[in-house]
């Protein structure tokens, strides 16, 4: 009986605490764009940084995944 005088104060200051935090994340926009890290997620790197395909060789220029099933990259 006696930990309940000390448990139920301790969680009625622990859910001021988290509303507070929620209040202030609302407050502060941190739900304001729910579908923007989605799409973020999908982007590939290749498409943010353009590679000039003038200057590399055709081995180098062509990604693992472009190179037909049966060739090898040479050394």
């Known amino acids: 009986m ?7 104060p301790l969680s009625v200051v622990l859910v001021f605490i988290i509303g507070a935090l ?3 994340s609302l407050r502060n926009g941190q739900y304001d764009d729910l579908e923007g890290p989605a799409y973020r997620m999908l ?9 000039d395909h003038q200057d590399a060789p055709a081995d180098a220029a ?3 995944e472009e190179r037909p099933a049966g060739s090898r990259k040479s050394s």
């Open 22 to 24: 929620f209040w202030w």
């Open 62 to 64: 062509m990604g693992a």
């Open 2 to 8: 006696e930990s309940l005088y000390l448990l139920i």
């Open 43 to 51: 982007l590939d790197d290749k498409d943010d940084f353009p590679v």
